[in-house]
């Protein structure tokens, strides 16, 4: 008899399990079961589905590191047991997570797809069903009993996307997320076409190392024309923070003012590890094109290239839960480790 593969669906909460309550309009989340009821077609797929759900499924603005580790946790323990994993999260935060878990997750080589929706399951015009039919689809693909996909990913409105590549683009759009530094990894149309050119594989055939050491001790500095030096020296000055994605403009540029230059100096001198990545949604970072960014690769600010701030942010948190020397952190920090930078 065939064997289907298997897929773990672990939902977290968002819209994508939301009711509304009609007393007060608001969006809650609902019991999982009745996401599933929702949606019957799923068990016309030819693969096994099982499904975990959060104890107390969150919009995903309540994400943080715990959640995180709970989710690499659940991966870790069912990680030889399924042959994909889909994850449904609210899109708000979805990118975060996701580039997250490409970090925590060391030598995958099994699908796991962040999906959701920009409309509660139960409504008429939801984009739910299309959206979680076409992950589990994804996550079940085989080649000679190999999986096709082999990374963290996100898909969203036919779209299937490298995760840490991707940012939330749109608050009412269906087409929510973008990845404008790297190609789309698939489209869904009348046929599913993947585009194997553009997969990540791993390098080594190593076992799985899930990572559940995360150090949150980290800033986020976007920089705007007229900015007041004591938010920039609160900011830098505070001794907890082990490292800062510097958010400059266009590619990688950022004020030549004397007081701002101190403040990176002097931050820089007490071992703070800053990223310079761009604030643009799309291209890199070139650190020193310009005279605006000389000074900043001078004083050894760590160069972004054409990462997220999303994969920056979680990167930093996955490195420094790993301890990674101060010798070599802007070495491994400007190498990409899962397709996160070209
Ligand atoms: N606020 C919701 C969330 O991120 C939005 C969504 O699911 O798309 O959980």
């Known amino acids: 008899m065939k064997e289907f593969p298997k897929i773990l669906l672990i939902y977290t909460g968002g819209t994508i399990g939301m009711v509304q309550d009609y007393a007060t309009g608001q969006l809650k989340a609902f019991d999982f079961g009745k996401l599933l009821e929702q949606i019957p077609e799923l068990y016309q797929l030819d693969c096994e589905i099982e499904t975990i759900s959060f104890p107390n499924p969150i919009d995903s603005s309540d994400m943080n590191t715990g959640h995180w580790k ?94 840490n590549r991707t940012t939330k683009m749109s608050a009412e759009q269906f087409q929510a997320f973008d990845s404008p530094n790297y190609p789309t990894l698939g489209i869904s149309g009348v046929h599913l076409r993947i585009k194997e050119e553009y997969l990540w594989r791993s390098e080594s055939h190593k076992k799985l190392r899930p990572h559940t050491d995360l150090d949150n001790r980290i800033g986020l500095l976007k920089l705007f024309p007229g900015i007041h030096p004591s938010w920039v020296h609160g900011l830098l000055g505070n001794p907890e923070m082990k490292a800062l994605v510097l958010e400059s403009y266009g590619a990688g540029n950022a004020s030549t003012e004397s007081w701002f230059i101190e403040e990176l100096q002097k931050a820089v001198d007490r071992g703070l590890h800053i990223v310079n990545v761009t604030q643009c949604p799309g291209g890199s970072v070139l650190m020193g094109k310009y ?38 952190f802007k070495t491994i920090f400007e190498t990409s480790l899962r397709g996160e930078m070209t």
């Open 70 to 163: 709970l989710l690499v946790d659940l991966i870790g323990k069912h990680y030889n047991s399924y042959s994909g994993f889909v994850i449904l999260h609210g899109s708000d935060t979805m990118s975060y997570t996701a580039s997250a878990l490409s970090f925590l997750l060391e030598n995958l080589s099994k699908p796991i797809i962040f999906t959701g929706s920009q409309l509660p399951i139960g409504d008429l015009r939801t984009d739910a069903k299309e959206n979680l039919i076409t992950s589990v689809q994804i996550a079940a693909l085989n080649l000679e009993g190999r999986p096709v996909v082999q990374e963290v990913c996100l898909y969203f409105e036919n779209k299937l996307y490298r995760a």
């Open 291 to 328: 005279a605006t960014s000389a000074a900043l690769a001078e004083m050894g600010i760590i160069d972004g290239k054409d990462i997220t701030t999303e994969a920056a942010l979680t990167k930093l948190m996955y490195m420094l839960g790993r301890d990674v020397s101060s010798k070599s």
